[in-house]
């Protein structure tokens, strides 16, 4: 069973580095999503191995992963903003603010910080749904949507779409369910989103081997 956890807290922390090794191999041009990308892989193995090797003691990594979380979010708004149209980078700039502010607010005032914020990592990652949602309504629209799976845009929403769409639910029932539950079935219910992300990644690798291949 340690080996099982240890296997699953590796893929954890650095299943980013699948992408990012095709990025440095591929040399994708210099466009802003990637830049992105690369900046929140390195955020995200900083937070993550930080929160299972430092702060790991007595449930004290939920903060870490409040951060991750509304990292995440910012990050992945942004970079889903780069395949969307011109007028709706004032909407979501608009949204980024107040969903930073209600991480803040449900961290400090709401849920706190000693239990995962179910409430706020939710909320987010049904905005980053309805996001790809969107993204995906508007290749339909468009005559060459038999080329779609060759457009790098496409595996990137894509990975976003499956990690959030995912997470949703997990998230919004995580904290209600670990209160509620043995320890160990909670380490269960995350391997769940360990998985997403290794998944999610994949596929932010098959993205990025397409931009390198236009």
Request: charged share 10%; hydrophobic share 50%; proline share 3%.
């Amino acid at each position: 069973m340690n080996e099982y956890r240890e296997l699953f807290q590796i893929i954890e922390i650095y299943s980013p580095l699948i992408p990012l090794l095709v990025f440095f191999l591929k040399k994708p041009g210099k466009a802003v999503w990637t830049k992105l990308l690369v900046i929140y892989w390195l955020v995200y193995i900083s937070l993550v191995y930080s929160a299972t090797h430092f702060f790991s003691g007595g449930g004290n990594n939920h903060i870490m992963y409040i951060i991750l979380f509304g990292l995440t979010f910012c990050f992945f708004s942004l970079i889903l903003e780069q395949f969307l149209p011109q007028k709706f980078k004032i909407i979501n700039r608009i949204i980024i603010i107040i969903i930073v502010l209600f991480f803040f607010i449900n961290a400090i005032w709401g849920e706190g910080i000693s239990i995962f914020n179910s409430y706020s990592s939710a909320v987010a990652n049904l905005i980053l749904v309805a996001y790809c949602v969107y993204y995906y309504k508007l290749q339909l629209e468009k005559p060459q949507i038999s080329l779609v799976e060759k457009i790098p845009s496409f595996w990137i929403v894509s990975g976003i779409f499956i990690y959030s769409a995912g997470n949703t639910f997990l998230f919004s029932v995580f904290s209600t369910l670990a209160r509620n539950n043995p320890h160990n079935i909670t380490y269960d219910l995350w391997d769940i989103n360990i998985l997403l992300t290794l998944i999610m990644n994949i596929i932010f690798a098959k993205g990025i081997q397409c931009t390198s291949q236009k």
